[in-house]
């Protein structure tokens, strides 16, 4: 492995912090970030989501060291320092949804020859869920699963969801699948978007952590998702949809006021993963572990408990 950059000041993750270049079995360059090597708890393998990139990660991994947990977070192909994928680097594109599974063997080859600290957990956002719910459903080598906000669906309207897989599936046969998808463009929703109507987080000072980071490196960032890439989530969602739920232990977190992914798909996962625990967040939006300082703090917390006790509570409502 390369040693890669790793914008520590931004991060603000543990001391130690340091990144490195994996190549992936098809040929794409991503990149991997690592906090508390020398854990004594174990490691957590963090599958972020779209848009995001290691160091959005930093102030997680404080919290996870000082639990005692490594924390190992990647770039996926087309965002953070990784690969772009077409000529457009802004736009969020991959050419088949499984092909974020060549990133996650990589990732566990470098937690591998890192000899980083057992067990390894997997703590997983928004469409870091989706491609870590194949993960586990293929053997993952994790004692147990967190999903954030996990993208099992999407929110739209019920009229428009026909229509997002007709146009998206039409225009990736003209040829067109880089275009953006409808409504979305190459700005970084952290930096269009205002505070006041984020669908992100409550906190204030966490939206400022987000747009400092875009802000000094916007080579991190990314825009709206292409229609390719529209398509090929939505058949991943569908197919994964039909499987059973794996064998591990299982938490998720989802916030009340979450707008982004389709929280009745989110429930209907977990009504079917046996022992699993779905915790709902009063008032939280998508990012409920970047929220207030009150919020993350207990479910850093709650986290960590069941990763040292993975299946231990009762199911929460």
């Known amino acids: 492995m390369e040693s890669a950059p790793l914008f520590a000041e931004v991060a603000e993750g543990p001391d130690d912090g340091a990144a490195w270049w994996l190549t992936t079995g098809d040929g794409v360059r991503i ?5 508390n090597r020398e854990a004594e708890a174990g490691t957590v393998l963090l599958f972020p989501g779209r848009t995001e990139y290691v160091e959005k990660y930093g102030r997680a991994a404080r ?33 088949h949804f499984t092909d974020y599974q060549h990133d996650v063997a990589a990732m566990v080859e470098a937690a591998r020859a890192l000899d980083l600290p057992r067990p390894w957990h997997l703590l997983a956002h928004s ?36 229509f997002a897989w007709s146009l998206a599936w039409g225009l ?4 067109l699948g880089h275009l953006y998808a409808p409504s979305t463009g190459a700005d970084h929703y952290v930096l269009s978007e205002p505070f006041a109507t984020n669908k992100l987080t ?74 699993g625990r779905l915790e709902i967040v009063p008032g939280g939006r998508h990012e409920t572990l970047m929220d207030t300082p009150a919020v993350q703090s207990r479910l850093f917390a709650m986290i960590c408990d069941f990763y040292h006790g993975p299946g231990n509570g009762a199911a929460a409502a």
């Open 172 to 175: 990736r046969n003209l040829g």
């Open 127 to 162: 469409m870091g869920g989706c491609i870590g719910l194949r993960a586990a459903m293929e053997g993952l080598d994790v004692a147990s699963v967190v999903f954030s906000g996990p993208m099992w669906g999407i929110r739209m309207g019920a009229g428009l969801r026909p």
């Open 31 to 35: 990149r991997a970030g690592l906090w």
């Open 63 to 95: 919290h996870f060291a000082a639990r005692g947990f490594a924390t190992l977070a990647v770039d996926w192909r087309g965002q953070g320092l990784a690969d772009r994928l077409t000529g457009d680097t802004m736009s969020g594109h991959v050419l």
């Open 202 to 275: 409550n906190d204030r000072e966490m939206w400022g952590y987000m747009s400092r980071q875009l802000a000094a490196h916007p080579e991190l960032g990314i825009g709206g998702p292409s229609l390719r890439w529209l398509h090929e989530a939505l058949r991943e969602m569908r197919t994964l949809s039909a499987r059973p739920s794996p064998a591990l232990p299982c938490l998720t977190i989802l916030g009340s006021d979450e707008d982004i992914v389709d929280p009745p798909r989110i429930h209907d996962r977990m009504a079917r993963w046996p022992g």
